[in-house]
């Protein structure tokens, strides 16, 4: 409950007992949560409850970072050739490797890669002719546009693919 004082007004016993808590998500995905009737008893109790983690945790996997879905799936030698790509070739083997994806997701992911395919380009070039032969859109759960590859964008795909592995054997 939460309410504002005015000067001059006292709060009851109910209003002063406020209870906050906080969840935190560690590495390796453990969560851990703490409640307290003050910030600052909140913030020990997190303290407490991460130095006890760190010693249930197995060595290594609170400083692990987990690769993105992209550095799993993606070929080595693909990744090695991404400025060499087209946005058209990256987009398409984005599509290959992690469908169905949003433009926002597309957009991320080659960001995280080092070769962004910009908002503006996807909004434009990916729905010209031939390009957007390449994909069938759907709807996701949450309502956004999913795109994933057509037949026709697989085949592509795994053109693509096969010119860049020979490319860099």
Known sequence: ???????????????????????????????????????????????????????IIPEGIATERPPSTTEKKMPPQILSSLQNMSKKELVLLLLHHESPLSRDQINQRSRELGREVSKEWLDTEF???????????EEGADGNRLYRLSELGKMEAQRILSKYLNENP
Do not use: D
């Open 1 to 55: 409950m939460i309410s504002v004082m005015t000067s001059g007004e006292k709060l009851s016993k109910e209003e002063e007992r406020v209870t906050l808590t906080v969840e935190v998500t560690l590495p390796g995905g453990l969560k851990i949560s703490a409640s307290g009737t003050s910030p600052e008893s909140v913030v020990e109790r997190l303290k407490e409850s991460i130095k006890l983690a760190g010693s």
């Open 127 to 137: 729905y010209r002719r031939p390009f957007k032969e390449y994909f069938v859109v």
